[in-house]
């Protein structure tokens, strides 16, 4: 009664590293206002994934089949958060170190991950494929959590870092509206992903 926690954890970076809702969004925010100003919102994110993982380890994931239609609308408004956050992406422009807007905070980092399709499908998948029969919910659940957390106090800041010094090399030049176009559209191709291929990852892995 165990969790599998070294396959977990290679499962688990192949998501949080790699280019999603919330990895896109880090990167745009670190283009627009740099890594210092942003990390309020990196820490809202990676915090927000909690929210998920602790109701779905402790009860939520066992009454899924029991009420599909609140799952399934949950769902589509997170796709619909997603795609709003791409269209902003967009619009975005690079004037790191010049921005006189505030920089999103810390409450609207906690809210990415829990309206990201991409989260509920990693952590879902967490609980159903890595975690064996009979484990305790509360030490399977800490061990998720825990996991995930420390991959994301890693990674999240690289997205964000990365994207500032994108912005120092595009912003002002021509270059930077298609950045910012290709990382909506990469947003928009990472909710299609988390509908329809997460589960072709884990068999990969598996």
């Not at 269209?87 to 810390?106: C, H, N, T, W």
């Not at 159903?128 to 484990?135: D, E, P, Q, R, S």
């Not at 964000?160 to 947003?187: F, R, S």
Request: hydrophobic residues 55%.
């Amino acid at each position: 009664m165990s969790v599998a926690i070294l396959p977990f954890l290679a499962f688990a970076a192949s998501q949080v590293g790699t280019p999603g809702p919330a990895n896109m969004v880090l990167l745009a925010t670190g283009a627009r206002f740099g890594l210092r100003r942003a990390l309020p919102f990196v820490a809202g994110v990676a915090l927000g994934k909690q929210l998920i993982i602790w109701p779905l380890g402790l009860g939520l994931l066992a009454i899924q089949d029991d009420y599909p239609l609140i799952f399934e609308t949950l769902k589509w408004v997170s796709v619909a958060y997603i795609l709003w956050l791409a269209y902003r992406v967009a619009g975005m422009r690079l004037k790191v170190g010049d921005v006189d807007e505030a920089p999103p905070g810390f409450m609207a980092g906690l809210i990415v991950h829990p309206l990201n399709p991409k989260a509920w499908g990693m952590i879902t998948t967490g609980f159903t494929t890595f975690v064996a029969t009979g484990t305790p919910p509360l030490q399977a659940t800490a061990t998720i959590a825990i996991c995930l957390l420390g991959l994301q106090i890693v990674l999240h800041p690289i997205w964000t870092y990365a994207g500032q010094k994108i912005a120092a090399t595009l912003a002002g030049t021509p270059g930077e509206k298609y950045l910012m176009w290709t990382l909506a559209g990469l947003t928009v191709a990472s909710v299609i992903y988390a509908l329809f291929g997460s589960a072709l990852v884990t068999k990969d892995i598996l």
